[in-house]
């Protein structure tokens, strides 16, 4: 598996985890998490698309 892939998956799961505490805080519902995840996920995949 690739070392860059392996991070960004790391880096998902921590942004996931801050968007959590951070919606809390803010009263955020589960389809405003939902959307700004995937966007998350979709700009990381291009990210590491454009460097192979």
Do not use: H, T
């Not at 799961?13 to 389809?31: D, E, H, Q, Y």
């Amino acid at each position: 598996m690739d070392s860059g892939l392996i991070l960004l998956i790391f880096l998902a799961f921590l942004f996931a985890w801050g968007l959590n505490r951070v919606r809390r805080a803010v009263r955020m519902g589960p389809v405003a998490y939902m959307g700004v995840m995937i966007v998350f996920v979709i700009a990381m995949l291009a990210i590491w698309g454009q460097s192979r």
